[in-house]
């Protein structure tokens, strides 16, 4: 109770005694009831195997990693898990730098043995060679801010990095089959871990001589309780750890309904920390798809995807048969028009100049001009009309 001595003198009397008999009214300062958790948000970083917990005012950061170890002599076939904590004077003036204190100890401990106890991790999966290599994880809490029941938080920030960390995979090789290679993650997709169940901490805290419990307490509510209970508990409501601290005793039956409200928690927290790792997992996998172009199958020596230049030869055939039956129906228009004009002027007689000259001009008529672009509607050129127009120029 090191942390909890170490803010009393922030406390005055009459602050104690309005924490104790609003309590007495099922009320607290912040305004939850007796029960009741505070918001609880859950982030991610860039890299995998890093979180970040808010629990109301209390900020939590966790990192995994991994590395080879030789294991140990009791257990050659099992990787190892450890848990550090690190205490920062910018999360509460009565932190000191340097040397981690008593209740850092413990904050570890506690988180510790709710994972290691419980074999929530599979550890025997981070066995690389029997007595020789295995992949020792070692998760790491940075702690913000305290605004008060640091266990559960750095518990939430440990499992939700532990979900989302990634191990480099990694062969035997060489002669004797006893070379490890450790292949980056440009080669190969990293490994999760295989995590059984998740526990989780749910700590109470017991306050005055009627033994008031509350769930969740804050920083100021810990500097008046006499005691607290962690209980880890899984989904199915099995009980993975407890540790009572304080000298408060604690009547079996307050024990028994702590942990009937705890299963109800654990089980609504598990519900959130699988709902924020998938969706973490959902933009991950959205990240690493890469658009490539279609690449045409040959089957053959038929290739089952028409190429670039054959899209361009199909649409061109398209657009020259348009615009073929376009010039026919302008031809057809034009004869018609001409036709027409012969007929007014039949009975003449004419010269061999005049009627050179009247074929020009009705040339001349039915040319319009070459589109820019194509246009069902804009009007072509005719062939025939044309070579007719430039011999007779020519000559």
Not at 57 to 63: D, E, K, L, R, S
């Amino acid at each position: 109770m090191e942390q909890r001595l170490a803010n009393t003198w922030r406390m005055t009397v009459n602050e104690k005694k309005f924490i104790e008999t609003a309590l007495l009214a099922d009320l607290r300062v912040d305004g939850r009831r007796p029960f009741d958790y505070r918001r609880l948000t859950i982030k991610f970083g860039r890299e995998d195997g890093s979180s970040e917990v808010q629990l109301g005012q209390t900020h939590v950061m966790g990192f995994v990693t991994s590395q080879l170890v030789q294991p140990y002599r009791d257990r050659p076939n099992e990787g190892t898990l450890s848990v550090y904590t690190e205490f920062s004077p910018m999360a509460d003036p009565s932190f000191e730098a340097g040397r981690p204190g008593e209740f850092a100890v413990e904050l570890g401990r506690v988180i510790d043995r709710g994972l290691r106890e419980s074999r929530a991790v599979d550890t025997e999966s981070l066995c690389v060679i029997a007595g020789k290599l295995v992949w020792a994880i070692r998760v790491d809490l940075h702690i913000l801010d305290n605004g008060g029941n640091l266990v559960d938080a750095s518990n939430i920030a440990a499992l939700a990095a532990l979900l989302t960390f990634r191990r480099p995979e990694c062969t035997l090789g060489g002669e004797d089959g006893q070379e490890v290679m450790v292949h980056p993650p440009q080669v190969r997709e990293p490994l999760p871990l295989i995590i059984h169940h998740l526990p989780v901490a749910v700590t109470f805290g017991f306050l005055g001589d009627d033994n008031i419990v509350v769930i969740d307490p804050t920083h100021s509510e810990e500097a008046v309780m006499g005691g607290k209970m962690t209980a880890t508990l899984n989904a199915n409501g099995d009980i993975c750890a407890i540790q009572k601290a304080g000298g408060e005793g604690i009547m079996q039956s307050v024990i028994m309904q702590c942990l009937r409200i705890a299963s109800v928690k654990a089980a609504d927290i598990t519900t959130k920390i699988q709902n924020a790792v998938e969706s973490y997992n959902t933009e991950r996998a959205l990240k690493k798809i890469k658009r490539h172009p279609p690449v045409p199958l040959d089957v053959g020596g038929l290739s089952t995807k028409p190429t670039e230049n054959q899209h361009q030869s199909v649409g061109q055939k398209g657009i020259d048969e348009m615009s073929r039956r376009h010039l026919e129906r302008l031809k057809l228009k034009s004869e018609e028009g001409c036709s027409s004009q012969s007929h007014d002027i039949e009975g003449e007689n004419q010269t061999y100049e005049q009627g050179e000259t009247k074929m020009r001009d009705r040339n001349a008529n039915c040319f319009i001009g070459r589109p820019s672009s194509w246009d069902p509607y804009s009007k072509g050129v005719d062939p025939e009309s044309l070579k007719a127009l430039l011999a007779s120029q020519g000559t």
